[in-house]
């Protein structure tokens, strides 16, 4: 079972980009999130981005950094991440490298 919840707020174009430290720290606003398929992570994504939280630490073990962040998904075997940004776009994502694997547009 997988569970996910998403809030949807609009930003300006002035607040469409985070400076690092924002992004590092995960200030900003919360507006997303989604277990992991295994329960090991949550995925949560925000006005700084999107993170992947270890569960049982609280630890952060990856930023997906850019755009603020809408929307997040697992891929069902839990090795991709999907995102929804300010940007309009939505990007897949490698979970174990943080590498972009394909950008949707349009």
Same mark, same amino acid.
Request: proline content about 4%.
């Given at each position: 079972m997988?569970? !996910?919840?998403? =809030?949807?707020? !609009? =930003? $300006?174009?002035?607040?469409?980009?985070?400076? =690092? #430290?924002?992004?590092?720290y %995960?200030?900003?606003?919360?507006?997303?999130? #989604?277990? $992991?398929?295994d %329960?090991?992570?949550?995925l949560?994504?925000? !006005? #700084?981005?999107?993170?992947?939280? &270890?569960?049982?630490?609280?630890?952060v073990?990856?930023?997906?950094?850019?755009?603020p962040v809408?929307?997040v998904?697992? $891929?069902p &075997?839990?090795t991709k +991440? =999907?995102?929804? !940004?300010? &940007?309009?776009t939505?990007?897949?994502?490698?979970? #174990?490298?943080g590498? +972009?694997i394909?950008?949707?547009? %349009?």
């Amino acid at each position: 079972m997988t569970f !996910s919840f998403c =809030l949807f707020t !609009s =930003l $300006s174009p002035a607040q469409t980009t985070v400076n =690092l #430290a924002e992004q590092y720290y %995960g200030l900003g606003t919360l507006e997303c999130a #989604a277990y $992991s398929p295994d %329960g090991n992570y949550i995925l949560t994504g925000g !006005s #700084a981005g999107a993170f992947l939280w &270890d569960v049982e630490t609280g630890e952060v073990v990856r930023m997906f950094l850019g755009y603020p962040v809408f929307s997040v998904v697992f $891929s069902p &075997d839990g090795t991709k +991440v =999907l995102t929804g !940004s300010g &940007d309009a776009t939505a990007k897949l994502w490698n979970a #174990a490298d943080g590498t +972009v694997i394909r950008t949707f547009s %349009g």
